[in-house]
């Protein structure tokens, strides 16, 4: 029952509902009562300017916290409870003892944090229930009620209003209704009700509602014969749906993802149906109609257990139509599969499982949409087992692929490694050190059609031990080692009757110099050093024509590559060096900030023998005495302003052998992106420039824009082109894109997205942005939800 301590207030005069009853004029300065979402509502000009970063211009405002709301009620405690007193205040009171009271003028109630306030009540001492009656006002953790007349229970837990309003602050709610029950500290059911995420006067879309319940401790609302509207005009009717007031995930459908291209998929719908099923795991179900394909479902499941996490991955369609037309021969039943673990299990282990599959050589292309199978030349399957220790680590794994593409032909796909242990050593004695690197390998793939070293397959142990001394400090560094790279084989299949091994040892010795200066440039202070560096590497020929090329390449030629001890990766070629590197770097450093301006880099390599050592192809051979001039490049002049570019440059012939450049623009929010880039090989002929940006027509739209062009076949390679709007409370992007297939082709798709601030989005427009355009990813809307978290799925995506 209620337990009311009654306290008066002075006569505050002016309210309208009591004079409208009276049959007398509402004077011009008494407004009818606001709604509450008009309460909390503080325009843009008045809030704080920390918000004003925040919120946009042209949302308007926002919902102020309950500590700025200036009602003037009394901060409650943290959480209501039912046998707490009941506190009320009046300007007057008149009553039976035992039996009934009077309250008039500015009544107000209170229990812990949940409040309520109105022009008049009647207090029913016999059965505890309060009518409230004018104007009520009912305040509670996170949310606001507003009504022309309420009524509480006699235990305190329950209000009932009419003719009410709503605010939930965290989700951004708004509402109106004819009747608004509340439940509990933190629920709440709505008769007849009208909802949206909508600024106060501007009913972009809304949802209108016989009955919606909303729980702010289970973070979701459900609503029951649903209209879905945009400017109050209906366009969608549902019988029942779920949505999140906050990031907490629920079991749930959706909402539908849908596209088209031209290469044979056509026009597709997809409706995704996710199972909540327990906090350490879920699975979302994916049943998709393509147009001339049939019926194709993609499942994802996901289990977070005591040692990491799995995710398992499967698409499945019995009969593609079109690719039984296409492939008559080949079945019509087509499957991919992607599994990934990551596990700990103490003590410095770890666990790793990376397995991917598909049932042809065409699925990734025609129908992954989902999955996070790429569309790559090979798919990789590997698990692994690592301990990391102190100056201890050793790793086990199988290692295998599929080649998805059939032009690559047997002789050039990559070997199996079954398995593949490594265990690595080292420790260090004041400026000595000392480390061992030693690998054992199967290799292993199918050789029925190859023939010489191609069909070999076998075993190899490679060990490199090394011995070191180093001394660093303020003037700079040097660094010395000693290194024998021994590797044994024992082949199968290839005119090897006997193991044979090779070893090659290595001498380096690497040495730098730091300089610097301090300087000011305007009301600027800066930094620069000047880095000189030489590096020597000796390492003598070995011949190994005879040794098959397992997992070996050769590294592509940049700065870097010039303090490298060898120009191969893997370990069936090692080279034969007899050269030093000398290159100079300098760096500006803005010292108020923080930041790298600048930074230029060159150096060379003189060759003081001929390389020798080659793949089967010839690469990695060179007689020239010196290597081309190997540059980077870097410029920061702005904070939001950088420009990149390396490549190589020979003197003698007087061009440019390859190169990269990059210039990045943006603005500080992100708004405003321009990106172009131009790459180029003469080794290949490939010359290609890219450019993207996206560029705002006014506060809310911008258009968004990629061309790729094939400078060296004077062609578009590929292109995006789209808009995208965006307002407080929904967003919008369409965009048209074309981009080049395996077969050389060029395939044409529309995307769409659209994103209802707390009933989701659907479409997949907005993620081929991101991949597309360096910077997207960082134009978050206004009050997006948080990042997911691993097995926190947001259903604030979907129809749960």
């Not at 009271?101 to 812990?112: A, F, K, P, T, Y």
């Not at 795991?281 to 799995?310: N, W």
């Amino acid at each position: 029952m209620w337990n009311p301590i009654i306290r008066k207030q002075p006569v505050q005069w002016c309210r309208p509902l009591l004079l409208m009853l009276l049959g007398l004029p509402v004077p011009a300065f008494c407004d009818t009562a606001p709604t509450a979402a008009e309460l909390d509502w503080q325009p843009w000009a008045d809030l704080p300017p920390s918000l004003q970063q925040e919120v946009p211009r042209y949302c308007g405002g926002t919902y102020r916290p309950v500590e700025l709301a200036g009602s003037g009620e009394p901060a409650g405690e943290e959480q209501a409870q039912a046998d707490e007193p009941i506190n009320i205040t009046s300007r007057s009171a008149r009553y039976r003892l035992d039996d009934f009271m009077e309250l008039r003028g500015d009544v107000r109630v209170q229990q812990g944090a949940l409040r309520a306030r109105s022009d008049a009540a009647d207090y029913n001492q016999v059965s505890g229930e309060l009518d409230l009656k004018g104007d009520v006002v009912s305040r509670g953790e996170g949310f606001l009620l507003t009504g022309d007349n309420a009524r509480a229970s006699g235990q305190g837990d329950e209000l009932e209003l009419n003719t009410a309003t709503f605010l939930l602050h965290e989700a951004h709610m708004r509402g109106q209704a004819t009747r608004i029950r509340r439940t509990g500290t933190e629920s709440m059911r709505i008769s007849e009700g009208v909802l949206t995420t909508c600024q106060p006067d501007r009913n972009d879309w809304s949802i209108a509602a016989s009955q919606v319940d909303l729980d702010q401790d289970s973070g979701f609302g459900t609503a029951r014969h649903v209209r879905v509207r945009v400017k109050d005009v209906p366009v969608m009717y549902i019988p029942w749906i779920s949505f999140p007031l906050d990031d907490r995930r629920k079991t749930g459908f959706l909402y539908p993802s849908f596209g088209t291209s031209n290469t044979g998929s056509g026009f597709y719908v997809a409706t995704p149906y996710y199972l909540n099923l327990a906090p350490h795991y879920d699975l979302t179900y994916t049943p998709q109609f393509i147009h001339g394909r049939g019926y194709f479902s993609e499942m994802e499941a996901r289990y977070l257990g005591p040692l990491g996490q799995s995710d398992l991955q499967v698409g499945f369609i019995d009969s593609d139509n079109a690719y039984a037309d296409e492939a008559p021969g080949n079945s019509s039943k087509r499957w991919g599969l992607d599994f990934t673990n990551r596990s700990d299990f103490g003590n410095n282990w770890l666990g790793t499982i990376d397995y991917a599959a598909v049932s042809d050589d065409d699925y990734s292309q025609d129908l992954n949409r989902t999955l996070n199978i790429q569309q790559s030349t090979h798919l990789q399957r590997e698990g692994q087992l690592r301990y990391r220790g102190q100056g201890l680590n050793f790793s086990a794994a199988l290692r295998g692929f599929q080649t998805i593409d059939p032009a690559i032909p047997q002789a050039r796909r990559p070997y199996n490694q079954l398995p593949r242990l490594r265990l690595d050593a080292g420790d260090q004695w004041g400026n000595w050190y000392a480390t061992s690197e030693t690998e054992y390998n199967y290799f292993w793939r199918e050789n029925e059609n190859l023939g010489g070293l191609n069909a070999a397959v076998g075993h190899r142990l490679r060990t490199q031990p090394e011995v070191g001394w180093e001394l660093s400090g303020l003037p700079g560094f040097l660094r010395t080692s000693v290194m024998l790279d021994h590797t044994e084989y024992d082949l199968e299949d290839v005119q090897k009757d006997e193991p044979f091994s090779r070893s090659v040892p290595f001498v380096d010795a690497d040495a730098g110099l730091f300089f610097d200066r301090f300087f000011t440039l305007g009301d600027r202070f800066y930094n620069q050093t000047l880095e000189p560096r030489l590096y020597y590497v000796y390492s003598p020929e070995r011949d190994q024509t005879g040794i098959p090329t397992f997992d070996t390449a050769l590294t592509s030629f940049n700065f870097s590559q010039l303090f490298a001890r060898d120009r191969f990766t893997g370990g069936d070629r090692v080279g034969d060096n007899n050269r030093l590197t000398a290159a100079l770097t300098t760096r500006f450093y803005d010292m108020d900030r923080g930041i790298e301006r600048a930074r230029f880099s060159i150096g060379r390599i003189q060759r003081f023998e001929d390389e020798n050592v080659a793949l089967p192809n010839g690469q990695g051979r060179s007689s020239a005495s010196s290597s081309p001039l190997a540059g980077e490049f870097l410029l920061q002049p702005l904070d939001n302003l950088t420009l990149r570019s390396s490549g190589q440059w020979d003197e003698e012939e007087g061009e440019t052998l390859r190169g990269t450049s990059q210039i990045r623009f943006h603005s500080s929010d992100f708004r405003y992106l321009a990106n172009a880039g131009h790459t180029y090989d003469a080794s290949t002929g490939l010359e290609q420039s890219d450019l993207s940006s996206v560029v705002p027509l006014g506060e809310q739209t911008s258009l968004i824009g990629r061309w790729i062009y094939d400078m060296d076949n004077d062609e578009t390679a590929g292109t995006l082109a789209g808009i995208e709007y965006t307002s407080c409370c929904w967003n919008m992007q369409l965009v048209a894109q074309r981009y080049r297939t395996r077969d050389e082709g060029l395939d044409t798709r529309i995307l769409f997205q659209i994103q209802l601030r707390g009933l989701g989005g659907g479409g997949s427009a907005a993620d081929t942005i991101r991949r597309e355009i360096p910077g997207f990813e960082q134009r978050q809307p206004p009050h997006s939800a948080p990042p997911m978290e691993e097995l926190k799925r947001p259903a604030d995506n979907g129809w749960p």
